[in-house]
């Protein structure tokens, strides 16, 4: 029998943007917004925002990956939501319906004039060889990377 295997790690990522923290936040609490830059991966990638119930112990589901790719999920449970400066979230990514990780997700806002800083720190339990802390890493990364454009559309 082969044993379960975990492993753990801390993943942070910080962009800071030309975009009040009120216009952020707005971008991770809007259903719409978030389906348009809320995927990791280049062009190639979507996804579809299939539940976003904006509150605490409300779900966040969503599906992403690359057109002809392997399809992940990601289920999400908000566990705290500071207007403006913070939200956390429980989440579990699956690929084609294997589950690969689990974390606890915090993302922070910190004005910085008329700019925002944002950062992202995951706690991620990778499930029987899912998500390194590298794959995470750059996963945050890129999606982090989309944020502008839709900051760009207020």
């Keep these: 029998m082969t044993m379960p295997k975990t492993a753990h790690d801390t993943i942070v990522v910080s962009r800071t943007y030309d975009a009040a923290a009120k216009r952020v936040f707005a971008a991770w609490a809007d259903a719409a917004a978030l389906g348009r830059w809320y995927v990791p991966g280049d062009a190639n990638w979507t996804s579809r925002v299939l539940a976003h119930e904006?509150?605490?112990?409300g779900r966040k589901h969503l599906t992403f990956g690359a057109k002809?790719?392997?399809?992940?999920?990601?289920?999400?449970?908000?566990?705290?939501?500071?207007?403006?400066?913070?939200?956390?979230?429980s989440m579990t990514i699956a690929c084609d319906g294997v589950r690969t990780t689990t974390s606890m997700v915090t993302v922070e806002l910190f004005p910085e004039g008329a700019r925002t800083r944002v950062k992202v720190t995951d706690q991620c339990c990778a499930l029987d060889g899912g998500d390194t802390a590298a794959d995470r890493e750059?996963?945050?990364?890129?999606?982090?990377?989309?944020?502008p454009a839709e900051l760009a559309r207020a």
Excluded: A
């Excluded at 002809?68 to 979230?89: H, K, Q």
């Excluded at 750059?138 to 944020?147: C, I, M, P």
């Design 138 to 147: 750059r996963g945050w990364g890129e999606t982090l990377d989309k944020l």
């Design 68 to 89: 002809g790719g392997p399809l992940y999920s990601e289920d999400c449970r908000y566990e705290d939501i500071v207007e403006n400066w913070r939200l956390c979230f």
């Design 54 to 57: 904006f509150r605490v112990g």
